[in-house]
């Protein structure tokens, strides 16, 4: 069965700096992956997806994430975190021979110090 | 777009009591999810629905939860008798599941805290 595992548990940087918050998945098919955010008290936003297509996902608000096979790896970083980006992150696998269900990660609290 | 619609957003009650929350997917999805959340056990998915049809419930607690869709507007997700632990965010989502995407879009959530 397909698996993802988040890195870390929360994640603090400054404003202004780099935003990189890891995630190895497990699924020996060819998986779709996406990021999901949550700000505190809302619902799940999609954030970006890879479906086979190009390995380097552009997603909304500057965030963007690199599909590595050979690393089974697919982190999310943005160039210059913003105070709006301090939320709860999450790495989701799907996998096609199990249904259209999602696997979530256990999620990263992104902490963005002023 | 409305986008997936969740009602009530906050639910009070106290043991024992019926609870039912509702959903009404995104116009023209196929697939309806609905998942708890709490801070101990974290986003659960607890059944799904294809076509109207429920697929996989195995992630229903037990047999105090129900969940229908009667039509492909519409779903309902209840609990009787609910308990305290049955506290938590409960989300609605809906995906079309066309080959290749399988994106889910989330509701608001209701936040059910049983007395």
């Known amino acids: 069965a397909q698996s993802v595992t988040q890195l870390d548990s929360h994640v603090s940087v400054s404003e202004g700096t780099p935003v990189l918050l890891r995630c190895n998945y497990s699924?020996?098919?060819?998986?779709?992956l996406f990021w999901y955010v949550q700000h505190p008290n809302k619902g799940l936003q999609l954030l970006l997806k890879y479906t086979s297509a190009a390995t380097l996902v552009k997603g909304i608000n500057g965030f963007e994430a690199e599909f590595k096979k050979s690393e089974t790896s697919f982190h999310l970083t943005k160039p210059s975190a913003h105070m709006s980006d301090a939320a709860e992150y999450f790495c989701?696998?799907?996998?096609?021979?199990?249904?259209?269900?999602?696997?979530f990660g256990a999620g990263t609290i992104l902490r963005v110090k002023s | 777009d409305a986008g997936v619609i969740q009602s009530p957003r906050h639910e009070v009650t106290e043991m024992g009591q019926e609870v039912t929350l509702r959903c009404k997917p995104i116009s023209g999805h196929n697939s309806l999810f609905w998942y708890r959340q709490t801070m101990m056990r974290g986003l659960e998915l607890l059944i799904y629905f294809n076509n109207n049809v429920p697929i996989d419930d195995s992630g229903m607690p037990e047999d105090r939860f129900s969940a229908k869709m009667p039509n492909a507007s519409f779903s309902t997700l209840k609990i009787q008798p609910s308990e305290p632990r049955d506290s938590a965010v409960y989300f609605c989502a809906s995906s079309l599941a066309t080959s290749g995407s399988y994106e889910q879009y989330f509701g608001p959530g209701t936040r059910l805290t049983v007395t």
């Open positions: 699924s020996s098919y060819s998986p779709s």
């Open positions: 989701v696998v799907s996998d096609l021979r199990y249904g259209n269900k999602l696997v």
